[in-house]
């Protein structure tokens, strides 16, 4: 089997930041889930991007209703001119997702793929919600660890990882993926960046006191590094 890992390099010069990423103190982001194609919720975030002004923009998934309006939504987020790290949920697929990113120039597919630049590099890794295990994300994991290793690595995924307060389900307890945990406990990124389960929209956790977990929600969280 094929694994593919991407490593951009030179990303943030190819979509044109102002200042390079080490000119920053720290970096401004702008996280948001779950929009689900609500016009009113869309609006609303870039409201907030347009307020905060940050430097890079992420989303781990479900920016729709099983793929409705797609590019009608990413157009809208291209236009804002940031650079804007997008993953599937498992409202969209992975080709569906990747196709129409192709035709937006500030909008940047990260699934099974990592951007580097600085200390910092973004590993995304998109789709399912419902799995406690992914054999394919453990392989490819193995190598992004490895290949990021000495970096400060945050993680964006659509499902959260397992075993914390922003997986747990009343009567299901908790739903995360473990093969997830497995990676945030062996590599530890300073931060994960996740959706997916509604009832934890804009709250925060971590594991073992190093990584930071978000669930940035709907109307999205302003995160500086």
């Not at 307020?51 to 890079?56: F, N, Q």
């Amino acid at each position: 089997m094929n694994i593919l890992v991407h490593i951009w390099k030179d990303i943030w010069q190819k979509h044109k930041f102002k200042k390079p990423l080490s000119y920053f103190i720290f970096m401004k982001i702008f996280a948001f889930t779950d929009v689900h194609g609500s016009e009113h919720l869309i609006q609303e975030v870039i409201k907030t991007i347009k307020s905060k002004k940050p430097e890079l923009i992420i989303c781990p998934g479900d920016l729709t209703i099983f793929g409705h309006d797609l590019e009608k939504i990413l157009s809208k987020f291209d236009k804002l001119k940031i650079s804007c790290l997008v993953v599937h949920g498992n409202h969209e697929s992975d080709d569906e997702l990747k196709d129409a990113c192709k035709k937006f120039k500030n909008i940047i597919y990260l699934h099974r793929g990592v951007l580097e630049k600085g200390d910092y590099a973004f590993f995304g890794y998109g789709g399912d919600g419902f799995s406690t295990k992914d054999e394919k994300f453990e392989k490819i994991s193995e190598i992004v660890g490895k290949k990021t290793k000495g970096k400060n690595l945050i993680m964006i995924t659509h499902q959260p990882p397992h075993g914390n307060k922003l997986d747990y389900l009343e009567y299901f307890e908790h739903v995360g993926n473990k093969s997830y945990t497995k990676f945030i406990k062996k590599w530890k990124p300073v931060m994960s960046i996740f959706g997916h389960l509604h009832e934890h929209f804009g709250k925060m956790d971590h594991i073992n006191k190093k990584t930071i977990l978000i669930n940035p929600g709907p109307l999205g969280k302003l995160i500086e590094i």
